[in-house]
């Protein structure tokens, strides 16, 4: 389409100007858009269907959608969830039934799809499954967690991945080319400009622009470029999937016995503002699910370090945080009494209805004495080692088949098997 003349006096964005014009042009997803890519089949096909496009800023969720259409010479709308709603999708059914009488297909692309709530997505339903619309959404959020169910079945969901170096270096050498020059920075500049980009492209042309806003008469060094661009806060949604992607990461390093990577993970947290505590209480919770007995001091550390952190605060806080990631990282492993107690509740469930034994229940009344409660209960402390053997288990149940907790043979739980072991052959001969 060409600019009115008005329009093409005013400046475009880099990112506008360098919009891809095919499906072809796009980089960096070429599991999707190459030949064998089910968004190039579709096209190819003459035939599309709904579905949406997942991942982060910056990957071309919008220029999909747009050469899509372009290329299906369907009509195209475009709404964002955040300023839109009910009645605006109202308007683009009523449009989509006239270009449907003219013999042409509407694609409707919603930008942030999650950001529409239930009632809003569930308005689009009807209309996706009649074949009114084609919808195609973006979402930078997990959509099983952020899309209703009904509309998740009726559109494939694709993942776009983050642009690696080779696709943001392809991406600079489409800019120089449009500059018909390179861009005034040394080899190591080049570099450290990708990697600020961190696979967002349009974030790239973004820092592109405001070094040639600067206008540079020479080569610029990383140490100059460092002082040009600000540090760009590393991409991170505390309460959404980075906040929960992450925490995955660390808390699985913590117990893969890898202190550098849990301490890398949460080093991550921390810069994109998280709050220390939820690192504490994952923390905590490695030091009894995944350390436990094996080490009984892991959970006493973590609640001292806890506990000092919030004396104390940041940046000194950072000491303690530390100590208790390496100690519960490097502690041997055992889930034993995680495990133990999982079996427990499966056999509670399925007995629960199962009376006590009368000999481990009190009887403070003459009636309860008669009844037969506490008769036979052997007071432990009456015993050598304070062991007196007896079973505390439902007569229904048979104790010599019930074993919850099983000891390994490492750190502290070696001494726990040694114990059983010795209670066990107790058990056995005074009975």
Known sequence: MSLSLFESQVPRPLAEVLRPASLADVVGQEHLLGENGPIKRMVMSGSISSFVLWGPPGVGKTTIARLVALEMKAHFVQLSAVMSG????????????????????????????????????????????????????????????????????????????????????????????YYSQPLPMTADARDALLKLADGDGRYLIGMVEEILRFKPDREIDEAELSKLLQKRLPLYDKAQDGHYNLL??????????????????????????????????????????????????????????????????????????????????????????????????????????????????????KLMKQLGYHEGYRYDHDYPDAFSGQSFFPDELKDEDINFFKPNERGYERELSKRQAYWHRIKNERQ
Not at 112 to 125: G, K, Y
Not at 310 to 335: D, M
């Open 86 to 177: 009910v009645a605006d999708l109202r308007k683009v059914f009523e449009q989509a039934r006239q270009e449907r009488a003219a013999g042409h297909q509407t694609v409707l692309f919603v930008d942030e799809l999650h950001r529409f709530n239930r009632s809003t997505q569930d308005a689009l339903l009807p209309h996706v499954e009649s074949g009114l619309i084609t919808l195609i959404g973006a979402t930078t959020e997990n959509p099983s967690f952020s899309l209703v169910g009904a509309l998740l079945s009726r559109a494939r969901v694709f993942t776009l991945n983050p642009l690696d170096e080779a696709a943001l270096g392809e991406l600079l050498a489409k800019i120089e080319r």
């Open 248 to 365: 995955s990461c660390f808390h699985k390093s913590l117990r893969g016995s890898d202190a550098n990577a849990a301490l890398y993970w949460a080093a991550r947290m921390i810069e994109g503002g998280e709050d220390p505590n939820v690192i504490f209480r994952r923390l905590a919770c490695a030091a009894s699910e995944d350390v436990g007995l094996a080490d009984p001091h892991a959970l006493p550390q973590v609640a001292a370090a806890w506990e000092t952190f919030e004396r104390v605060g940041w940046p000194e806080g950072r000491l303690f945080l530390a100590q208790a990631i390496i100690y519960v990282a490097t502690s041997p492993k055992s889930n034993a009494s995680y495990s133990a107690f999982d079996a427990a509740l499966s056999l509670a469930r399925r007995t629960g209805s199962i009376p006590p034994p009368k000999h481990i229940l009190n009887a403070p009344t």
